[in-house]
């Protein structure tokens, strides 16, 4: 996944690059909202979970998590490309 986010993803899009566990966590440019991303990923037919929901005090809305550990190789690079398409929607909106 780190890879194909290398790859796909704008630079100004930071993640983790997690040694073990099941997710990758994703922070946008500030102006970026993963719920509105999220629009527009489901119109590039793939999902993900927005940050939001992970954070007790002070939500940030430019964060969003993804499952690595539940798809073959294929899928995720396919979903990250398409996850990428919609991140450069948003980001020259």
Aim: no cysteine; hydrophobic share 40%; glycine share 6%.
């Amino acid at each position: 996944m780190v890879d194909a986010i290398e790859s796909q993803f704008p630079p100004e899009v930071e993640y983790t690059k997690p040694e073990g566990g099941m997710f990758l966590w994703v922070t946008l440019p500030n102006d970026i909202s993963s719920l509105e991303l999220f629009e527009l990923a489901l119109g590039e037919k793939v999902a993900f979970v927005p940050g939001e929901a992970f954070y007790v005090n002070n939500p940030q809305s430019n964060t969003l998590r993804l499952n690595f550990s539940n798809s073959n190789h294929e899928k995720i690079t396919e979903g990250i490309k398409r996850l990428g398409i919609a991140i450069e929607k948003l980001m020259n909106h």
